[in-house]
């Protein structure tokens, strides 16, 4: 992901600074004459604006408050962008740490998976004020299509979460609705041409269909092969009833969805696209 | 429903005799031309293609199999097509008990309720075989502007409640994720825009949204009165559990959305439009 | 189950006609006395008090009202006993049924599975009225030890669905309790020990635990197998959801244990003891 | 309940120190008896053994470590026992920032509500070393009747929470179950009879029924006043939900249960015992 994103912005001329973790995430990008820094704080010290993906809340808070982190060297005005996609409260905790240091910091998580970043074709969901997002919108821009400014710091991350939760609805939801039909003798491509013009439909199902055959170049037709890991979107519906829970929304089909997924991970569907919920609930003889 | 797409055959031409329990229904259609019949099994023998609306299995069943019913007047030949939304299984039963008077039986239920209904845009899903169906089309399609042959007799009732409860999972969704966004600070207009360009996005965000003033002219901007009751999705939920029950196909998000449904009929929102979850689930804080 | 039933029946000096589908199931009955008959008509013709245990409503049905079966030879004023779990509805067919033929039929479904069959000391749970119930005691509690009389018939199916049903809630929640407990750390035998004195507590805690090596001589200890198979709940679950759907009663949990029964069934436990929910649900690395 | 457990400590002969933000709470205890603090740091000067009983985890966590706290007066060895119903992750957090003061915390949870706190039979669930837990185990049980030891620190937090989980998913399941029997025909004592000697029963079946009429001096009986608030039982679940988020374990039922509550919530039910579930789902013609 972070490294189609970074491909990107060298492509439109910008000097980048990297790192990672994993040296050899860096290799790749040095070749192409991005720098190496050799930690958080020393990128910090050689940037005025940072864009950070990480997989979770708690890596987000170790790479910017941690030691040697983004704000033990960072500089007062720099622009700290993070894109992963984590709890809105963790957001706003960093932002007023950024704050402090002098550092203005907005949450910009991304819609589009892997095939949107090599496209540069990414939606940012972008919070913070209005003249701070005006002013990382070129940015964004080299990297994706849309910035939609969602409102203060941490909204961002509320909309990308409310969306996935969603998503995640709409692919249980389609995915029992063609095993349905199947099983009372309906052909599912059929039923999804109905559900397709009818007030069933939904983006499941008619672009990212979980029955095999259906969709062109899906996971579906590859054994669930790639395409967004059932263990991500299950880390993305466990941060949105989080959240749920704080604010003291009920959310019931985002949280049965939620165990859903919590039970296919434990079921050896982990690593299988999202989408094979369509296999996890059918029936062992449509199984093959 | 049923008047309104009487009225449209007769703006094309068609001679009716009507039927209906409660003889106030036929008056005015008979002032404007309908023939009056005393009672199923007169109606069948005045007519050789019979069209039927009713709300519920039993009564499709009366209507056909009863005493004075559809069946026991029957001239062979007729065809017989029943709009109404209920379980394959009575489909199928109905449709032996006809061939055994030598009557052909489809099943054509439609979707688009009574707007489309009132503007003759209804979408049929029809069961029967090709050639019964090729026979029918020019008749719906006085009432509609979609005719689908879905498959064998039963397959039209099955796709319509396939459809209806993906609807049902998709509001109920949809509802949730809206508030769990408001919560969140985001405004529920901003995000159904984000949803609309985005992974989360299906009917239910796009055409009937459930938040009052985003969508126009729904019944979410006028306290829910008027559309698709609360009592009559959830009728159509029940069919679904039953129908996945017979073929053991697991439906968790179908099901829970008829549980919340049927919660809904017991607290006060049965005759509400269904995309009233919005206020069901709301904190009350917001209610107003 | 039957077979066990018949042996305690003979034991207290019935002279016995059996029948089974399965002539191997009757030979080791007949080696001890039993009679056998050639079809359910000639064992009505035979006897005045008929028990029957069959798996499904549609067996029910056809046992006693197909060709051949029980009602086409039955005796004016023979009792007529069905032992299997079914759908109350079914009984009161069958109960109508037989009326006309002069006999009087009773649901008298069982609770104590095998082991309790074997020991004599299962609970008949009866409908019927009261005289009846009192005519039909003495042969019940042969095999049994208790004998409750629920109301008209059809109310001893109900009572037996609708405890199945707790019992299945009571099974998921426990199991979910106990590995909730067991990745916070407590060991899931303590837990047991704090629910069984707390508020918590129920049958399946006490009696029935899930966790291997909590309770003794369990299906739990011995791979689950053995016990009450998952795909026998979830018969059971499905009877529960088709009445609930029919009177309009909310479910919440037991709709949800169904569908999770259900994936069950389609995922490797079919035959696995009901108390595996334990094992589905538990996390990859906590199943060794 | 803090105050029950003070008298109880009063009885016993211990001299105590109180404090309450609500002034009035310790009138009645300085009138017989009790010296008042000026605040926790003041309290923490005062005594070597300090116990409380607070609301929320935000509670806990000013109430020790904001300003003013128990931790900023605390002396080098003095036992903090916290019995507040709260997130296992929090008690583990008081307690190393109580470590770096020289104090021992604990946390004991307490079970049995209001008429156990007045009775003096609360069970505790306590986390902490064996040693530790035997130096506070005499001033438990002027209090209550049992002293559990669960673990580490944070494990009678964790056994509280898991156990009200499986309260909760028993009261929703026994509810649900007499509603279903109800409206099946049966009588829903008769139920509760037969549940209660099958496999289907619960501590709320046997003891805190829900269905008025069945329990004595419950409050069902009592338009469901009194008892654990709605409100209540949802905070608990949602600490059961957070947990477990955080350690990845699916919690179907409890999560749906939570759910469900919070939809009461939201609907009236605030502050009416959590057994009005009973009537949350009831049909409308069986509410009166």
Not at 122 to 133: D, I, K
Request: net charge neutral; with cysteine.
């Amino acid at each position: 992901m972070g490294s189609n994103m970074a491909q990107h912005l060298m492509n439109k001329g910008h000097q980048l600074v990297v790192y990672d973790v994993f040296p050899e995430a860096m290799t790749a990008l040095a070749d192409k004459g991005a720098l190496i820094a050799q930690s958080p704080a020393d990128l910090a010290q050689r940037c005025d604006r940072i864009i950070s993906m990480l997989p979770t809340c708690s890596h987000v808070r170790q790479v910017y408050c941690g030691d040697n982190g983004v704000l033990s060297g960072v500089k007062t005005g720099t622009l700290l962008i993070d894109s992963s996609t984590i709890d809105p409260n963790t957001s706003q905790e960093v932002c007023r740490a950024s704050q402090a240091k002098g550092a203005v910091f907005l949450d910009a998580p991304v819609s589009g998976a892997v095939p949107a970043a090599r496209a540069a074709t990414l939606t940012f969901m972008v919070g913070g004020n209005a003249a701070e997002v005006e002013a990382i919108k070129e940015l964004l821009l080299c990297m994706g299509k849309n910035v939609i400014h969602c409102g203060a710091v941490g909204s961002g991350a509320a909309a990308k979460i409310c969306n996935n939760m969603m998503l995640a609805i709409g692919m249980v939801g389609t995915s029992e609705t063609l095993n349905l039909a199947k099983r009372l003798g309906l052909d599912p491509k059929l039923m999804t041409q109905i559900l397709n013009v009818s007030s069933g439909r939904s983006w499941t199902s008619e672009v990212y269909n979980p029955v095999p055959g259906i969709g062109e170049n899906l996971p579906a037709g590859n054994d669930y092969k790639g395409g967004f890991m059932t263990q991500l979107i299950a880390k993305d519906l466990g941060l949105a009833q989080s959240a749920a829970t704080r604010v003291n929304a009920p959310t019931p089909l985002g949280t049965l969805s939620h165990q859903l997924y919590r039970l296919m991970k434990n079921n050896g569907y982990a690593t299988k696209d999202f989408s094979s919920v369509y296999k996890f609930i059918q029936e062992l003889e449509d199984k093959k």
